[in-house]
């Protein structure tokens, strides 16, 4: 399950770089195509980047479900904690452990109806509005991003039974940094 251990920084980083540089090609275009060079603002023009906005929206979509996943991974997902801190310690860790198992259980039926929902969808027409690609593919990142997220819920708690720590993002810490620095912060 390698693969797995990074795959939410892999997606996001995908879906981020292809947004950013879909939206650039559209705002460049959008200005060039105002400036009256002969040939050249007739070929702009008749560039159609509509579909951008509508590509971009779906893909921040799905890097918000995978960006979830990812903060529960790395103990960065918003969590309310200030109860649990006055607990004795064994009444702390089985209220953790009650967290993360009902965390892993509401993505889990999440991703369950997303899928039943994706299913009902793949078996009509819709279409997105620009793109006109099957809606049910823009609705999959549902599911697949609360399968996901319920997996690393199991995964932290797993974890935290194992070892009685969960993730915890520093968030003075840069990755990388201290390694370029010979270790020396």
């Not at 251990?5 to 947004?19: F, P, R």
């Not at 279409?127 to 991003?145: D, R």
């Amino acid at each position: 399950m390698k693969f797995l251990d990074h795959l939410e920084e892999w997606l996001i980083t995908v879906l981020l770089a292809a947004g950013t540089l879909i939206v650039f090609v559209a705002v460049v275009h959008r200005y060039a195509s105002g400036f009256p060079i002969p040939g050249v603002q007739d070929a702009l023009i008749k560039l159609n980047t509509s579909w951008a906005q509508e590509l971009t929206i779906y893909m921040f979509v799905w890097m918000a479900k995978f960006g979830a996943a990812y903060g529960v991974r790395t103990g960065i997902h918003v969590g309310v904690d200030i109860l649990l801190n006055k607990l004795n310690t064994p009444w702390r860790n089985k209220m953790i452990v009650f967290g993360l198992l009902a965390g892993a259980t509401f993505t889990g039926i999440i991703g369950t109806l997303g899928s039943a929902f994706v299913y009902d969808l793949s078996k009509t027409s819709s279409v997105s509005e620009v793109l006109e690609i099957p809606i049910w593919i823009v609705y999959l990142a549902i599911p697949l991003g609360s399968f996901l997220m319920s997996f690393r819920f199991l995964q932290v708690a797993w974890q935290f039974i194992k070892t009685g720590e969960l993730p915890h993002h520093d968030h003075g810490h840069v990755e990388g940094i201290d390694e370029a620095a010979g270790g020396k912060a």
